[in-house]
């Protein structure tokens, strides 16, 4: 064997073993073994809440939501006094990597026939120290119009577009991890300017009402330590 061949053989291996470290392989879950829809609080405050199906989250056997998500919970809380109505959609996957990421509700949201009319970002305000970074969607239909506040959650990393998405999913696979994530998605039939703030008060009220273990798989752990130490 020549130097070349033996230089241009270390050099594959090199690569290989390069290739091997590279590919993530230690996988992280902030659920681990819990089910989700134990971690939620049904009812807290004056809000009621009943399972419900979504159009937007069809979850059958063979669909593409079947893969990505392996926990999906929907529910419609009621306010009895006030009477309106807040519809949650939790949906966890297990694994998320180039094959299997979450969807982003500003591209559902087309693919179901609806147009967004706003499409933003904001921070929801947890306490005076924690913010959760979403965003804020007003999406119309054909017979009517919906408000919108959702985040997601890939790993530890809370991106507020699908480019923070995928350099944040770059980071994770950099650090060798796979991680869970969640998409938390809050609705209301109202288009009108005030849906938005009565949504972002009713996702403080749900977080200040959830126990860390559940805050931990909504917000991340740091977000949720936080909210511990500031609550004891």
Same mark, same amino acid.
């Given at each position: ?6 230089? &241009?053989?270390?050099?594959? /291996?090199?690569?290989?073993?390069? @290739? ?18 134990? +971690? !939620?609080?049904?009812?807290?405050? &004056? $809000? %009621?809440?009943?399972? /419900? ?12 939501? *079947?893969?990505?998500?392996?926990? +999906? ?6 306010? =009895? ?40 970002? %904001? ?12 965003? +804020?969607? +007003?999406?119309?239909? *054909? ?5 919108? /506040?959702? $985040? ?14 995928? =350099? ?6 950099? @650090?060798?991890? !796979?991680?869970? =994530? ?5 609705? %209301? ?18 977080? *200040? ?9 909504? /917000?991340? *752990? ?11």
């Amino acid at each position: 064997m020549n130097r070349r061949a033996l230089f &241009a053989g270390a050099a594959c /291996v090199g690569a290989a073993l390069l @290739a091997r470290q590279l590919k993530p392989h230690h996988y992280v879950s902030l659920l681990q073994s819990a089910k989700l829809d134990d +971690l !939620i609080p049904r009812s807290f405050g &004056a $809000w %009621t809440s009943e399972d /419900v199906g979504d159009p937007l989250a069809l979850n059958g056997p063979g669909t593409l939501s *079947s893969k990505l998500y392996n926990q +999906l919970v929907t529910r419609a809380y009621t306010d =009895g006094p006030g009477g309106h109505q807040v519809l949650m959609l939790l949906a966890h996957g297990e694994r998320q990597s180039d094959e299997l990421q979450l969807h982003r509700p500003e591209v559902c949201y087309p693919a179901f026939g609806y147009v967004l009319l706003r499409n933003e970002p %904001t921070q929801i305000r947890l306490d005076n120290a924690v913010t959760v970074p979403a965003r +804020l969607l +007003l999406a119309q239909s *054909s017979d009517h119009e919906e408000s919108v /506040v959702y $985040w997601t959650r890939l790993g530890e990393y809370l991106p507020i577009d699908a480019t923070e998405q995928r =350099g944040y999913r770059f980071k994770n696979a950099v @650090a060798g991890l !796979i991680p869970d =994530g969640i998409l938390c998605r809050f609705s %209301t039939a109202d288009g009108t300017a005030q849906a938005w703030p009565g949504l972002e008060q009713f996702v403080h009220d749900l977080i *200040s009402a959830t126990k860390p273990a559940g805050q931990r798989v909504l /917000v991340g *752990s740091e977000r949720a330590a936080q909210l511990g130490r500031r609550q004891a």
